[in-house]
């Protein structure tokens, strides 16, 4: 257990449905991030949320789009996805000051 | 720009026996570099980190990693595997002092056999 909490471990949605995956943390952290992990490529940065202001997009696709209503929460909200978007999606905080980030369990995403 | 190397994607070493898995980094300013191990249908936790001290650098598990400025390597290594060693390694790397961003290996992949 990290501390950080990633729901629902698992979803299966078609492509013109839209869901949503929720992160949470209660470490005090002040930054969270989005990765994608895909069979046989390296992790992919998403979004970086510092103090609940975006600092970075990595040229993701519109059909992604993040939400940091505040510093405990992260949500990816998905919509019209494609089946190359199936992938594990991984959570993580970091403290400031802290040179150790914590990863959530992922949400394993299947587009059908 | 930072990018990391990972050499080997698979790994197979037999029990009791020596793992090394190698990393290699690229960065324009000074690094910090972390191994994360990553088991079946799990997030990554933290093995060791190096963050400009000892170059040496002891993790959990009884692995190490040695940072050589000269090579550009943070390999990770254990004298004798443990069969609930398998699983996926990632190297990673960010700027010193700089915590945007954790860019990663694209993993290897440990197998350990009786």
């Known amino acids: 257990e990290t501390g950080v909490t990633q729901t629902p471990r698992h979803l299966v949605m078609g492509m013109t449905n839209k869901k949503s995956l929720k992160c949470e943390q209660h470490?005090?952290?002040?930054?969270m991030y989005w990765y994608k992990q895909s069979a046989k490529k390296p992790l992919e940065l998403m979004f970086v949320?510092?103090?609940?202001?975006?600092?970075e997009n990595n040229s993701v696709p519109s059909r992604f789009s993040p939400e940091c209503p505040n510093s405990s929460h992260l949500f990816l909200h998905l919509h019209t996805l494609q089946p190359e978007d199936s992938a594990l999606y991984l959570c993580?905080?970091?403290?400031?000051?802290?040179?150790?980030?914590?990863f959530g369990q992922g949400t394993r995403l299947t587009v059908v | 720009a930072q990018s990391v190397t990972q050499l080997g994607s698979h790994v197979s070493v037999s029990e009791g026996a020596l793992v090394l898995l190698r990393c290699n980094y690229s960065?324009?300013?000074?690094?910090?570099l972390f191994w994360y191990v990553q088991y079946p249908n799990q997030g990554l936790q933290l093995l060791l980190k190096?963050?400009?001290?000892?170059?040496l650098v002891k993790g959990i598990n009884g692995f190490e990693a040695e940072f050589k400025k000269s090579e550009t390597s943070f390999h990770l290594t254990k004298p004798s595997a443990h069969m609930s060693d398998a699983a996926e390694y990632f190297c990673?790397?960010?700027?010193?002092?700089?915590?945007?961003?954790?860019?990663f290996g694209a993993g290897t992949r440990l197998a350990v056999h009786p």
């Open positions: 470490l005090g952290h002040n930054a």
């Open positions: 190096y963050t400009s001290a000892a170059t």
């Open positions: 993580a905080s970091l403290g400031q000051g802290s040179t150790e980030a914590f």
């Open positions: 949320y510092s103090l609940e202001e975006r600092v």
């Open positions: 960065s324009s300013v000074p690094p910090y």
């Open positions: 990673a790397v960010t700027p010193a002092g700089g915590y945007n961003k954790l860019i």
